[in-house]
């Protein structure tokens, strides 16, 4: 008969609660796929209410993290407290101590994920946090594990599914106040939503999946964002009228001269591209490599069931691991050239308002964008009258600084309603 591992889990809320009944519900399950029994041994959560609905006959249940991190019958640790601090540094005192350790923590691991992967001791089972990006989408494991002979060049992904909702809501003529408080009602968004709204979320993301796709060592402070405050019903309107949707769009890629990682409110083509039709908490992750060519990996982003199917995951990867005196392998990560903003290229889409009673304004718009070094593609009229669409080529991004600033200068003969990145249809 194998042994027995002991389980710590630390936290007990969405997450936590939902790993917490899989492991008694599916224990035999779980025991024919790890290579023994997984027991629950210890549950830190300093919230009562939270255990209520919970079977934890034979755990120790108390408020104390750390106590359970160290206690002697403990040899996975499953951290789902979530946020940088004291989550971190529990899972490097567990990893420390020779523990193998799981978690979903996107904030850890897009911050301090090198750090942790160093501290992982020979034969203890290692580190795995699945659930920290795309929850139910075995997106790290694919680019762990299959992808290993191709080079990526880009990824290109929507890995937010909350602004996915508020976004939703704004194509059907909410305002942006209510489709906030909308999407917090129905659960998709905490009370204080910044880190989606704001694209902190997005950007902690797709640093994980640079390292994982792309060996690199980046952090959140090194993606160029911008989140989706400021979008009004009337750019999705307009956005309808051009056969797109507004999306946030996380895109790490490749260059010449770096990596270049945006996560940006961008138009979307609907239908078109695979990232046009998501909704609520559906994310999806295209992979762009030179061998595989195009992958597109989609599914629930979000919610107990898919994040806690990631984290049962990882435990049976990591308890196999333990039990045959292994670590689950981390692809290595070295730091990389990031292209700053200004040496960046996108292709963008500008909402423009004409001045008032100008004749040939629209001509006149044109040619500031093209003095400015800005790439126009195509323009077209508006949804709104003195409206007008402008589509760009691939143009660096200090070239539409250089036009929005001229849109602002007094007697300019456009103002700028909106404007933001676009995707191309996929061929
Ligand atoms: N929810 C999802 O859909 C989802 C999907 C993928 C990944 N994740 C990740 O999974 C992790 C957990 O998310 P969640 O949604 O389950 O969060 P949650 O519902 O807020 O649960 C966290 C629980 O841990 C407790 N807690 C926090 N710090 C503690 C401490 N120091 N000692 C004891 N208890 C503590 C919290 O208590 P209080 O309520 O008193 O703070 C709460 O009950 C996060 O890293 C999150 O990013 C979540």
Avoid: Y
Avoid at 100 to 121: D, E, M, S
Avoid at 170 to 175: A, K, T, V, W
Avoid at 181 to 188: E, I, K, P, V, W
């Amino acid at each position: 008969m194998a042994t027995e591992l002991g389980i710590a889990l630390l936290g007990a809320g969405t997450v936590g609660a939902a790993v917490a009944r899989e492991l008694d519900a599916h224990a035999d399950r779980l025991a024919q796929r790890s290579g023994g029994p997984l027991v629950l041994r210890r549950l830190a959560e300093r919230d009562p209410a939270r255990l209520r609905a919970l079977r934890l006959d034979g755990v120790t249940v108390g408020d104390d993290a750390e106590a359970a991190v160290a206690a002697p019958d403990v040899d996975i640790v499953v951290e789902l407290l979530g946020g940088l601090n004291p989550a971190g540094a529990l899972l490097e005192t567990a990893l420390g101590r020779g523990l193998g350790a799981v978690t979903a923590n996107k904030a850890v691991i897009a911050t301090g994920g090198r750090r942790l992967a160093a501290a992982v001791r020979p034969g203890s089972g290692g580190l795995a946090f699945e659930a920290a990006v795309g929850a139910a989408m075995p997106v790290l494991a694919m680019l762990r594990d299959s992808l290993r002979g191709d080079e990526v060049h880009s990824i290109t992904a929507v890995i937010n599914g909350t602004t996915n909702h508020i976004l939703r809501r704004l194509e059907e003529g909410d305002g942006f106040d209510r489709a906030v408080a909308d999407a917090q009602q129905r659960g998709f968004a905490e009370a204080d939503p910044s880190s989606d709204l704001d694209g902190h979320d997005a950007a902690q993301k797709l640093c994980i999946l640079a390292w994982f796709a792309m060996g690199a060592d980046v952090t959140p402070d090194q993606v160029q964002r911008r989140g989706i405050r400021g979008i009004e019903p009337e750019d999705l309107r307009a956005a309808s009228g051009l056969g797109s949707v507004v999306r946030l769009v996380a895109r790490a890629e490749r260059s010449g001269a770096g990596l270049e990682l945006t996560v940006q409110p961008t138009l979307v083509p609907r239908p078109g591209h695979p990232l046009g039709d998501l909704e609520g908490a559906d994310n999806a992750v295209l992979v762009e490599s030179d061998l595989a060519g195009r992958l597109l990996l989609r599914g629930r982003g979000a919610g107990a069931d898919a994040a806690a199917s990631a984290v049962l995951s990882d435990l049976v990867v990591v308890a196999r691991a333990r039990r045959e005196g292994r670590v689950l392998p981390l692809p290595p990560a070295a730091p990389v050239p990031v292209r700053d903003a200004e040496a960046s290229m996108s292709e963008a889409w500008l909402r423009l308002r004409l001045a008032g009673g100008k004749g040939g304004a629209a001509g006149d718009a044109r040619r500031t964008l093209q003095q400015a070094g800005v790439t126009v593609e195509r323009t077209t009229a508006g949804v709104d009258e003195g409206e007008v669409e402008v589509l760009t080529g691939p143009t660096s991004r200090a070239a539409l600084a250089r036009a929005l600033e001229a849109f602002h200068a007094a007697g300019a003969p456009a103002s700028v309603a909106q404007t933001m990145d676009r995707l191309e249809p996929l061929a």
